[in-house]
């Protein structure tokens, strides 16, 4: 996952504008954050394991001068939840420094590491991040073509944010995994024209800073920002309609950012809605699992008639249990998260989550339902099963670990404890989500990827897969 965000404003307090770009994509990565500001050229980066609200604070902003900064906040896919993998990353090579933040997964990651220590260049982290910018820092091509040149040579997801030479850059794998935007931050009354550039991870950014929405960094694109002002380097040809992960709509993107134009809660909106006409239950409520699962919850609501009920109260001071980074962590997360409501109690319930991944949550919320009085718990999940894992930037699981890799429906229903379970089917899936099925990345569901694959990717041995 991670969140990725930077601006250039040389009237503003760019380090404040990422804080609060970056306190608005926590939701992407909740284990460390940082932000990068350059001061004519000169680079300074702070960063720290923890949430945003946890790693900053005034005084430590005051200290980060400039006219750009970039911000990451961190959710580990490749190398593990530690200091030296905080981003950004700050990478001092033979051509220029570059400080670098990453939302995404390499899936040669191993190989261009092999090549860079062929080269000569020392890599102090072990996450795929720092590849990247090796590769820019350590070219002594001009900078538009140094990026260009990496980018030819990165394969898997990448959205990336990178300081470097009084300039900001941003740029997006060719098949558009991981979502990127770019928003302009204009004077109180001015009409169009000139203003600041930020870009993004997600829409929900840019409105918080007041920036509106420009456009997507296009696929296989870079931009680089500087004071002439924005220039597009199409580095790499747009790989057929995209690959934009699917995960996003129903999971991981924020309810109000819009993907491609759609909005993420209308789309989980329908989802609930399509989920009710092909599974409808004969229940007295709905309830969500909070907070992912509650636009769907809605919109079934709404299809099957029956009241909605909050029914489970979330504690939102945990952090979402999905990317905590240990399973026993897991375990202890779901106790602490959730609390059922009274009115439960003899009651036929729907409880509609997103997804169901090694199933412990939903067993687990199953039974307090049930103990809290419960008469039936018939869950609905709104998307199809996932049966296979990512190798683009979410932590699913381990293959091993995923319920739906080796049971059958019936078989997770009886594991979970449920009186019935249903998923919504691939095609309502990608309806709800407005979007071509060729425009989508569906691998973790499907288990046909759309590039290469590692066979082994806890040891990120690169080695091709027919796929
Ligand atoms: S494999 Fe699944 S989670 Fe990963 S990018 Fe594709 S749809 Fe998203």
Redesign the pocket.
């Known amino acids: 996952m991670c969140g990725v965000f930077g601006v250039h404003a040389a009237e503003r307090d760019v380090a404040r504008l990422t804080y609060f770009g970056l306190f608005s994509l926590q939701h992407r990565g909740q284990e460390s954050a940082g932000i990068a500001v350059s001061e004519h050229g000169r680079l300074t980066a702070l960063r720290d394991l923890g949430l945003v609200t946890q790693v900053f604070d005034e005084q430590k902003l005051h200290g980060l001068r400039g006219e750009i900064a970039i911000g990451h906040t961190r959710y580990s896919t490749t190398g593990s939840s530690q200091w030296s993998n905080a981003q950004p990353l700050v990478q001092h090579g033979s051509a220029r420094t570059v400080a670098l933040g990453h939302n995404g997964n390499l899936v040669n990651e191993s190989v261009l590491r092999e090549r860079l220590h062929a080269e000569g260049v020392t890599l102090r982290s072990t996450s795929d991040s720092e590849v990247i910018a090796a590769l820019i820092a350590n070219d002594a091509a001009p900078l538009d073509e140094a990026v260009a040149t990496a980018m030819r040579r990165l394969e898997g997801?990448y959205s990336v944010v990178a300081l470097s030479e009084g300039t900001l850059i941003a740029f997006r794998d060719p098949l558009g995994?991981r979502p990127l935007v770019l928003g302009r931050i204009h004077e109180a009354g001015s009409v169009g024209g000139q203003g600041d550039w930020v870009v993004a991870s997600e829409t929900c950014a840019l409105d918080l800073v007041g920036a509106k929405f420009v456009r997507e960094v296009e696929r296989g694109e870079a931009v680089l920002i500087d004071d002439n002002g924005l220039r597009s380097v199409p580095a790499v040809e747009p790989d057929g309609g995209g690959?934009l992960?699917?995960?996003?709509f129903f999971y991981l993107a924020r309810p109000d950012t819009k993907l491609s134009g759609i909005e993420v809660h209308g789309a989980r909106v329908r989802m609930g809605e399509r989920l009710a006409l092909e599974a409808p239950a004969d229940v007295d409520l709905v309830l969500p699992i909070p907070d992912s699962g509650t636009p769907a919850a809605i919109g079934f609501s709404r299809a099957l008639g029956v009241p909605f009920s909050e029914g489970l109260i979330k504690n939102r001071y945990i952090a979402r249990t999905f990317i905590q980074p240990d399973q026993e962590l897991r375990r202890q997360g779901v106790r602490l998260k959730f609390n059922p409501l009274a009115e439960v109690a003899g009651k036929r319930l729907a409880v509609v989550d997103d997804s169901i991944v090694r199933g412990n949550t939903t067993q687990q919320i199953v039974a307090m339902l049930f103990d809290a009085g419960a008469a039936e718990v018939h869950v609905r999940i709104s998307s199809p099963p996932?049966i296979?894992?990512?190798?683009?930037?979410?932590d699913?699981a381990d293959p091993a670990e995923m319920i739906a890799s080796d049971k059958t429906v019936e078989e997770i229903r009886a594991y979970i404890g449920a009186t019935s379970l249903a998923y919504l089917s691939h095609d309502g899936l990608v309806a709800a989500t407005k979007r071509p099925a060729s425009e989508?990345?569906?691998?973790?569901?499907t288990g046909e990827?759309?590039t290469p694959v590692p066979i082994e990717h806890a040891k990120l041995r690169f080695e091709e897969v027919p796929t």
Do not use: D, K
């Not at 992960?245 to 996003?248: N, Q, V």
């Not at 296979?388 to 979410?394: E, K, P, R, V």
């Open positions: 997801a995994f690959a992960c699917i995960f996003e996932v296979g894992q990512c190798f683009y930037g979410i699913l989508l990345c569906r691998a973790c569901l990827y759309p």
